[in-house]
């Protein structure tokens, strides 16, 4: 067990629709970092914020946003859906804020299905 | 541009047989980190080492053992008579110092699957 918490674990809602995903950090942790992984784009870092505010960008899709809030958690909602957004979300949690050398330690992930 | 090649898409090893899992990066940066994870059929993306572009020493841990070469940008990863808890999908990743916010660049990854 990481202490990363995401929820939902499953998703599946229809196109056209907006979710959105949690993610509560490691205690301690100020980073949160979102990836997607999907088998035809794999792993890919979507964005990152720091104590809340956002740190760095990816290939983060327009209709895609996310925030972090005062207490650490952070939301990520994923909105006019399509077929194509369907994958594994991953949230992330370092201690460090957005430097390389620390672990990040990846939460179960958030299985999205689009149908 | 920075990028991380696991050239290996799929391996397949029988128990107690040794296997090495290659992954080769490109990056401009003279500081970096590297990584790697595993993901186990559950799903989930388990840290196993990370490793800083200074520090060229081999590393071993238990039966895993991980060699960096700066010379042919190679930070491979061998794992000494492999079990079958070992199968699993695993990423090599590469992360910049001063790119923003230290993102991680993931290989394709290398599924390994070990046969009783």
């Known amino acids: 067990d990481s202490g990363v918490t995401q929820t939902p674990k499953h998703l599946i809602t229809a196109t056209g629709q907006r979710v959105t995903l949690r993610c509560s950090p490691r205690s301690g942790d100020l980073s949160v970092y979102w990836y997607q992984q999907s088998l035809d784009q794999g792993l890919q870092f979507l964005i990152q914020?720091?104590?809340?505010?956002?740190?760095a960008k990816g290939n983060i899709l327009e209709r895609f946003s996310a925030q972090q809030f005062p207490d650490l958690h952070s939301e990520l909602n994923l909105s006019s859906l399509e077929l194509g957004d369907s994958a594994l979300y991953f949230c992330a949690s370092s201690v460090a804020p957005g430097l390389a050398d620390y672990e990040q330690y990846f939460g179960p992930g958030t299985r999205l299905t689009v149908t | 541009a920075q990028k991380v090649t696991q050239a290996q898409t799929e391996i397949s090893v029988v128990e107690k047989e040794d296997v090495t899992l290659d992954c080769v990066y490109e990056t401009r940066d003279t500081t970096y980190y590297l990584f790697w994870y595993k993901q186990p059929p559950s799903g989930e993306l388990v840290f196993l080492i990370r490793?800083?572009?200074?520090?060229?020493q081999n590393e071993i841990s238990g039966r895993y053992s991980w060699n960096f070469q700066k010379s042919t940008s190679s930070f491979n990863f061998t794992i000494t008579a492999s079990q079958v808890v070992d199968s699993a999908v695993y990423f090599c990743?590469?992360?910049?110092?001063?790119?923003?916010?230290?993102?991680?660049?993931f290989g394709q990854g290398t599924e390994l699957s070990v046969k009783p």
């Open positions: 490793r800083n572009s200074f520090d060229e």
């Open positions: 990743a590469l992360s910049e110092v001063y790119n923003q916010g230290g993102k991680l660049i």
């Open positions: 914020y720091y104590n809340g505010e956002e740190r």
